[in-house]
């Protein structure tokens, strides 16, 4: 019985230190003096080996109900240490709301395009089309000669083409694509039907002019199934032009036109008026050329191997600037490539706009 005092007076030591702790800190490094592999505790507990078997039994149940003491002890002076700091931290980290915001801060705005462009797609992809891709270079073949434009065709020169010198890994020519329409060709080569693709991007032709950039972006569209007609054709787009220009009666009219790969081919206007040389979407008055489609013409679709007596659809095309011009009152098209912040802060729209088209 002789260890007793010893066993109290250390007791009443590491009670009193666990108790006069002033940080989580301190208490951490008290925890591992006592508890951890060198601590005196574990010392304690380790030496019970070399006891005598008939001291050991009682001491052992001495430094085990010590332990648990102590643990208890511990923890509870952990957890209230923690609360003060926290309670401390959070008095310190006060934010003062009536504080006026500084008035020098700048913030970002989308880009007018960005804006369009992801409302276009938006809409598109909420009608059930995926997004598909193709590349910006791409080859002569799938940009004119699988469209059903072979190379001595008038349709060739009204591109304005950037003729690539280099060819491709199988010799084949290429270009800058003028327009997405080749993603038609890749899409219809590789899936079968039913297809139903957009295929937004950047298009490249040799011009510039207040309506015309060397690049400039354009969405696809191409729904091929059995059954798709030019009704199809038409309620698609309409709804699309409805959205996007937020009028839900904005008149649209198919117009007939021709395009090398669509047969019959349309064009899409839409119906508005001139005021004091301002453009009003609405009404019927005038009309504004929006955008080309038609059916998928037969030549188009056996290039890539599709049997057009059992399948056949439409497609569309049009460009995302000229629609962004129009809603958003935009009079040149260069200056969406100048880099002008101050048009930006103008044209632009905050982040919260983004992904707007839908909520109507
Ligand atoms: N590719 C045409 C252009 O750039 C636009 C176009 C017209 C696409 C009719 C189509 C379409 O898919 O059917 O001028």
């Known amino acids: 019985m002789s260890a007793q005092p010893s066993l109290e007076t250390f007791q009443k030591e590491i009670l009193s230190a666990f108790e006069n702790s002033s940080s989580l800190t301190e208490l951490e490094d008290l925890r591992v ?45 952990r957890d209230a240490l923690a609360e003060a700091e926290m309670k401390t931290k959070l008095a310190q980290e006060n934010v003062d709301i009536t504080l006026t915001p500084q008035p020098d801060l700048t913030h970002g705005s989308l880009h007018p395009f960005t804006e369009a462009m992801w409302e276009l797609t938006q809409i598109l992809v909420h009608m059930g089309f995926d997004v598909a891709e193709g590349p910006d270079v791409e080859t002569q073949e799938n940009n004119f000669d699988a469209l059903n434009i072979p190379a001595h065709h008038p349709a060739r020169q009204d591109h304005d083409t950037f003729y690539l010198e280099d060819t491709d890994a199988e010799g084949q020519n290429l270009v800058l694509r003028t327009h997405t329409s080749p993603v038609q060709i890749r899409t219809l080569k590789n899936a079968k039907p039913p297809i139903r693709i957009i295929a937004p991007g950047r298009t490249y032709r ?60 349309a064009e899409i206007d839409i119906g508005c008026r001139w005021e004091n040389g301002q453009l ?57 490539y100048e880099g002008n912040p101050l048009w930006t802060q103008h044209y632009g729209f905050g982040a919260s706009h983004a992904f707007s088209a839908l909520d109507q």
């Open 206 to 265: 040799c011009d510039s002019d207040a309506t015309h950039t060397p690049n400039f972006h354009q969405v696809e569209g191409l729904w091929i199934e059995e059954g798709i007609t030019m009704a199809h054709l038409k309620g698609c787009l309409a709804e699309m032009l409805r959205k996007f220009f937020k009028k839900p009666d904005l008149v649209v009219r198919m117009r007939p036109s021709y395009f090398p790969f669509t047969e019959p081919s």
């Open 280 to 336: 009003i979407l609405g009404g019927s008055e005038d009309w504004l050329e929006i955008l080309g489609c038609g059916m998928v013409h037969r030549c188009v679709l056996e290039n890539c191997g599709v049997d057009p007596k059992k399948h056949q659809g439409f497609a569309f095309g049009f460009g995302v600037e000229r629609m962004a011009m129009l809603k958003y009152g935009i009079p040149d098209l260069r200056a969406f």
């Open 33 to 77: 003096k006592t508890f951890g592999k060198q601590g005196s505790l574990t010392g304690m507990l380790k030496s019970l080996g070399t006891l005598p078997p008939e001291e050991r039994k009682e001491r052992g149940q001495e430094l085990n109900k010590l332990r648990q003491s102590l643990t208890q002890v511990f923890e509870n002076r």
